[in-house]
C-alpha cells in the first residue's frame, strides 16, 4: 500500500517512513503543503490509498491542505498531529478527514486506522461489491475448494457441514484471510488488524493461532504459509479459472 506522509519535522517523518516500511507500507515524503499537493496525481491519476497529514505546515496550515486534497481527489485522508483540542479535531473531520490521530500516539493505533480507513475506502468505490461474479466471490470459491462456510452473524467456521469450534481470535484471523483467497497477507498487517498491535511479541501468538487454525479445520494446504512475508489462503487453480 503506498502511503503520503505529509509531516515538515525529518527526525518524525524519517522514524515514521522506517517503521511503516516495516510493516509493508510504500511511503512518499512531503515536506510541505505545496509539495503534497503536487505528489498527489501527477499523471492524472491518484499516486496513493491514504494520506497521513500534519498540520503544522511550514507553508500552509493543515486543514487548507486537506480541503485541497478532497476537491482534487477521493484519497483517504488521516490527521496526524499534536493538536488535541476538541474543536480541531471537529474542525478536520468537518472539512473532510476520514480521521484524525494526536500525537504522541500508539503505532498500533496508527496502523489500524490506516488500514480500517482504506478499507471503506476501498469498500465505497463504484462496482465494489458487484464486481465479482459468483465463481470469483471468496465464499463461494471457499466452500467449493474445501468445503469452508463462514457464518458471519454466529461467527462460527462450518467444513463439509461440521461446526468447528474457534476462539474470536481464530475466527477474525480466518475472516481476515478469506476476505482475499489466494493473496498474501503480511504477518505485520494480520497483527495491526487481529491483534491491534505492531507488538513484535505477538509474533508468536500469530504463529500459535495459524497452528491451532490448521488442527481444528482439518483442511491441509489452505492456510499456507509464505516464507518471510506471511500467510495466505490457497484455493486450486482451476477453481480460480472457472
Not at 511550514?58 to 483540542?85: H, K, L, N, Y
Not at 475506502?121 to 475448494?145: C, H, I, K, W
Not at 500459535?208 to 489452505?222: D, F, I, Q, T, Y
Amino acid at each position: 500500500m503506498r502511503l503520503l506522509l505529509v509531516e515538515d519535522d525529518e527526525h518524525v517523518a524519517a522514524a515514521l517512513v522506517t517503521v511503516l516500511g516495516k510493516h509493508g507500507f510504500e511511503v512518499r515524503h512531503a515536506r510541505s503543503g505545496n509539495e503534497a499537493l503536487d505528489a498527489l496525481v501527477p499523471d492524472g491519476r491518484p499516486q496513493f490509498r491514504v494520506v497521513l497529514l500534519d498540520l503544522g505546515l511550514p507553508d500552509r496550515d493543515g486543514f487548507e491542505v486537506c480541503d485541497q486534497i478532497r476537491r482534487r481527489v477521493g484519497i483517504p485522508v488521516i490527521m496526524v498531529t499534536a493538536r488535541s483540542e476538541v474543536r480541531d479535531r471537529i474542525h478536520g473531520l468537518n472539512i473532510g478527514a476520514d480521521d484524525y490521530i494526536v500525537k504522541p500516539y500508539d503505532m498500533g493505533e496508527l496502523l489500524a486506522r490506516i488500514h480500517a480507513v482504506a478499507r471503506r475506502d476501498s469498500a465505497s468505490r463504484p462496482g465494489a461489491a458487484t464486481s465479482q461474479s459468483p465463481a470469483e466471490d471468496p465464499v463461494a470459491m471457499l466452500s467449493r475448494a474445501f468445503g469452508l462456510e463462514l457464518d458471519q452473524a454466529a461467527r462460527r467456521a462450518v467444513v463439509r457441514g461440521e461446526d468447528v469450534a474457534l476462539t474470536r481470535k481464530e475466527y477474525e484471523l480466518l475472516t481476515l484471510l478469506a476476505q482475499s483467497p489466494g493473496v498474501v497477507f503480511r504477518r505485520e498487517q494480520i497483527i495491526s488488524e487481529v491483534w491491534h498491535s505492531s507488538w513484535d511479541g505477538t509474533a508468536r501468538s500469530l504463529e500459535v493461532h495459524v497452528a491451532s487454525l490448521r488442527r481444528k479445520l482439518g483442511l491441509p494446504g489452505l492456510i499456507e504459509t509464505v516464507r518471510g512475508i506471511g500467510y495466505k489462503l490457497a484455493v486450486p487453480t482451476h477453481l480460480v479459472q472457472d
